[in-house]
């Protein structure tokens, strides 16, 4: 599968309340193999999109397509591609996993039982799946419902708030797994979260809405574009006479003393030449580090300082 292909596609989708306009003119393309975040602030406008797109709730207007094929005019083919799974998955305790699988197969045309073996493997409840769902730690139940989700081969894979209620290992392993699944099997996974260092660590790229309104998507995985102005922090036995030497020998170099270390912008390719021009002079470096904002220094700039919830 090509993973520049898009999936999902969403184009001027709004959602309209009375005379309150809870999505507004929202658009964005997601491609295949690509983990994708979904971030806002509280009533942004996250859930009821992630609702238009699984169609519990309808469009006022605009149009959301799934594999190419509109969910307001062909809904039932269009989910055909879409597994979903908001907040905890539901499941019957009283069953064996294999047994949930089983009963959820049923649900769709073509599952055979060596597609339900393929799912199990590829959430790793190998050696659980014929444990009673009520013995499952939330992580477990987590992976499960990600697997129910995967039965029918779908080409979308949205998640709402899945890691409420994981302990941290949980969280970890849920986002190794779905990390895994887009690499893997070529899907698309949307994630809505609130928790902005697990966004960071899980998604390639992230759309923040605020009010309804998409704010910006961003990459999360920068490319190592040798041009591109990077800010770094060195340490260094002596920082001033550092400065010193950078501010006089890279001049276009945006060079400043932060406490113990010497902080800089400037193209990456120049790096090592900073580096070496330190070394030279005999100064001994400590650590070299790249500075770039986090994603909640970035949502809290776009956002104004709202939180999310």
């Given at each position: 599968?090509?993973?520049?292909?898009?999936?999902?596609?969403?184009?001027?989708?709004?959602?309209?309340?009375?005379?309150?306009?809870?999505?507004?003119?929202?658009?964005?393309?997601?491609?295949?193999?690509?983990?994708?975040?979904?971030?806002?602030?509280?009533?942004?406008?996250?859930?009821?999109?992630?609702?238009?797109?699984?169609?519990?709730?309808?469009?006022?207007?605009?149009?959301?397509?799934?594999?190419?094929?509109?969910?307001?005019?062909?809904?039932?083919?269009?989910?055909?591609?879409?597994?979903?799974?908001?907040?905890?998955?539901e499941m019957y305790k009283f069953l064996t996993g294999y047994q949930n699988l089983v009963h959820f197969a049923r649900r769709h045309s073509g599952v055979t039982?060596?597609?339900?073996?393929?799912?199990?493997?590829?959430?790793?409840?190998?050696?659980?799946?014929?444990?009673?769902?009520?013995?499952?730690?939330?992580?477990?139940?987590?992976?499960?419902?990600?697997?129910?989700?995967?039965?029918?081969?779908?080409?979308?894979?949205?998640?709402?708030?899945?890691?409420?209620?994981?302990?941290?290992?949980?969280?970890?392993?849920?986002?190794?797994?779905?990390?895994?699944?887009?690499?893997?099997?070529?899907?698309?996974?949307?994630?809505?979260?609130?928790?902005?260092?697990?966004?960071?660590?899980?998604?390639?790229?992230?759309?923040?809405?605020?009010?309804?309104?998409?704010?910006?998507?961003?990459?999360?995985?920068?490319?190592?574009?040798?041009?591109?102005?990077?800010?770094?922090?060195?340490?260094?036995?002596?920082?001033?006479?550092?400065?010193?030497?950078?501010?006089?020998?890279?001049?276009?170099?945006?060079?400043?003393?932060?406490?113990?270390?010497?902080?800089?912008?400037?193209?990456?390719?120049?790096?090592?030449?900073?580096?070496?021009?330190?070394?030279?002079?005999?100064?001994?470096?400590?650590?070299?580090?790249?500075?770039?904002?986090?994603?909640?220094?970035q949502f809290l700039e776009m956002t104004g300082g709202e939180m999310v919830v």
């Amino acid at each position: 599968m090509q993973q520049e292909e898009v999936v999902l596609k969403l184009r001027n989708v709004t959602k309209k309340i009375g005379n309150r306009r809870i999505v507004d003119d929202l658009s964005f393309d997601v491609p295949a193999g690509e983990v994708f975040g979904f971030l806002g602030p509280n009533g942004a406008g996250k859930t009821t999109t992630i609702r238009m797109i699984v169609g519990l709730i309808s469009m006022t207007q605009g149009e959301i397509a799934v594999k190419g094929i509109s969910v307001r005019k062909q809904f039932e083919l269009a989910m055909t591609h879409i597994g979903a799974i908001v907040e905890n998955p539901e499941m019957y305790k009283f069953l064996t996993g294999y047994q949930n699988l089983v009963h959820f197969a049923r649900r769709h045309s073509g599952v055979t039982k060596e597609r339900i073996e393929e799912v199990i493997k590829l959430v790793g409840l190998q050696n659980r799946i014929h444990e009673k769902v009520k013995r499952y730690s939330l992580g477990m139940r987590q992976r499960l419902g990600v697997a129910q989700a995967l039965l029918h081969r779908p080409s979308v894979l949205i998640l709402d708030e899945p890691t409420n209620g994981l302990d941290p290992a949980g969280i970890r392993e849920l986002r190794d797994y779905l990390r895994k699944l887009s690499r893997e099997e070529g899907i698309a996974v949307i994630v809505s979260s609130h928790l902005l260092s697990e966004m960071e660590l899980m998604c390639d790229r992230v759309a923040i809405i605020q009010a309804g309104k998409l704010i910006d998507v961003r990459s999360l995985q920068e490319t190592a574009d040798e041009a591109k102005p990077y800010k770094i922090a060195i340490d260094v036995n002596d920082p001033r006479r550092a400065y010193e030497l950078v501010s006089a020998s890279f001049q276009n170099a945006n060079v400043s003393l932060q406490g113990n270390r010497l902080e800089l912008v400037t193209d990456r390719a120049r790096i090592p030449d900073i580096a070496r021009l330190l070394v030279n002079a005999e100064l001994d470096i400590y650590g070299i580090h790249a500075t770039q904002k986090s994603l909640e220094d970035q949502f809290l700039e776009m956002t104004g300082g709202e939180m999310v919830v």
